[in-house]
């Protein structure tokens, strides 16, 4: 299984923006889906967006469709979540996952990262 490695998160008010960053290592990065979760105290862990290896038709949650944006670096194993306006709702901790191509659910996931919204 690929290990993965988050980073980026913080504090931030209402309004503003934060990008994450995912690296793996161990695996055949461009042979995997990437995908961001996250979960929110006392929630349960919620998908947020997922990329295949081309890049192209990333899929999102409808609750951050227009705010966030997944991308990927092949080159660097590397898999980014750009989040704008950013609402006191997106607070959880972020967690980065892969499956292969061929796979259907998410075996690899990362330790998570904290993102705080303060309004």
């Known amino acids: 299984q690929v290990q993965l490695v988050e980073s980026g998160g913080g504090l931030v008010q209402a309004g503003g923006s934060l990008r994450l960053s995912c690296v793996a290592s161990?695996?055949?990065?461009?042979?995997?889906?990437m995908a961001w979760f996250r979960q929110a105290p006392g929630m349960e862990r919620e998908f947020v967006a997922s990329?295949?290896?081309?890049?192209?038709?990333?899929t999102y949650a409808d609750s951050v469709k227009g705010r966030f944006t997944i991308s990927r670096d092949n080159a660097k194993n590397t898999v980014y979540l750009q989040m704008n306006n950013l609402k006191p709702e997106d607070t959880a901790v972020y967690y980065c996952?892969?499956?292969?191509?061929?796979?259907?659910?998410?075996?690899?996931w990362g330790q998570g990262t904290q993102v705080t919204v303060s309004s």
């Open positions: 990329i295949i290896r081309s890049g192209i038709k990333p």
């Open positions: 996952a892969a499956r292969p191509v061929t796979a259907s659910n998410y075996a690899s």
């Open positions: 161990g695996g055949t990065f461009s042979n995997y889906v």
